[in-house]
C-alpha cells in the first residue's frame, strides 16, 4: 500500500469516526436517549408518536395493491436469509477456530429495535424487524467474508467493484505475487491480533 493510499484510509477513518460521534450527538435531539442497549423515549414524544400512528385498517386501505401483492415475495427471503444466518454462523464456528480467527460478533450486526417506535403499527412494526434481521444478517456475512477473503486471498481485484468490504482496500494489489508469497502470513495474523 502506498503511502498515499494510507493515507486516504486514515483519513477516511477520521471521518467515519466523527460521523458516528455526530449521529449519536443527534439522538438526543430526538427525544430519547441511549443507554448501552436500553432505549429511553420522553413521555411527550412518546404521546406525539402514538397520535401519529395509523391504524391497521386504515394503513392496509392505504398500501397499493402492488405492495400488497408482492409482500409474500418480499417475506419469502427470510428462509435463505435465515439459511444463510445459520449456515455462516456454523461456519465462524467451525472454521474461525481453526485458523485462530476472532469471531464475528452478531448482535453487532443484527439490530432489532424499532418495535419501539410507537408511531408504527403492528404491522409497520414486523417489516421494519424483517429490514433490521435481513440486513443484519447480510452485514454479519459479509463480515464473516471479509475476514475468510483476508485469511485466504488477500488480492484486489483487477476490475473496480463497487462498495468493497473495509478490509478489501489494504489488500494486495492485483498482479503483486511476490507480495502475496510475502505477505499472506501478515495478513493472517493481522485478523489473529484483538
Known amino acids: 500500500m502506498t503511502p498515499r493510499i494510507a493515507d486516504l484510509l486514515s483519513r477516511i477513518q477520521a471521518l ?66 435465515a439459511l444463510l444466518d445459520g449456515w455462516v454462523s456454523l461456519y465462524q464456528a467451525i472454521c474461525f477456530r481453526l485458523y485462530r480467527i476472532p469471531r464475528v460478533r452478531r448482535l453487532e450486526y443484527i439490530a432489532i429495535d424499532h418495535h419501539h417506535l410507537s408511531y408504527l403499527n403492528r404491522l409497520e412494526a414486523l417489516n421494519c424487524v424483517y429490514c433490521g434481521y435481513a440486513n443484519g ?24 467493484i463497487r462498495d468493497p ?16 508469497r510475502a505477505q499472506l502470513e501478515v495478513y493472517r495474523n493481522k485478523l489473529r491480533q484483538p
Not at 165 to 180: I, N, S, V
Open 137 to 160: 444478517v447480510i452485514a454479519y456475512a459479509r463480515e464473516i467474508a471479509s475476514r475468510t477473503e483476508q485469511y485466504w486471498c488477500p488480492i484486489k481485484h483487477a476490475l473496480r
Open 165 to 180: 468490504h473495509h478490509r478489501y482496500l489494504t489488500f494486495l494489489e492485483y498482479g503483486d505475487a511476490e507480495g502475496y
Open 16 to 81: 467515519e469516526d466523527e460521523l458516528a460521534r455526530e449521529l449519536e450527538t443527534g439522538l438526543t435531539l430526538r427525544g430519547f436517549s441511549l443507554k448501552g442497549k436500553i432505549i429511553a423515549f420522553e413521555r411527550d414524544v412518546i404521546e406525539r408518536h402514538r397520535c401519529l400512528r395509523m391504524g391497521l385498517v386504515r394503513y392496509l386501505s392505504k398500501t397499493s395493491l402492488l405492495n400488497q401483492i408482492s409482500a409474500p415475495i418480499i417475506y419469502s427471503l427470510i428462509v435463505p436469509i
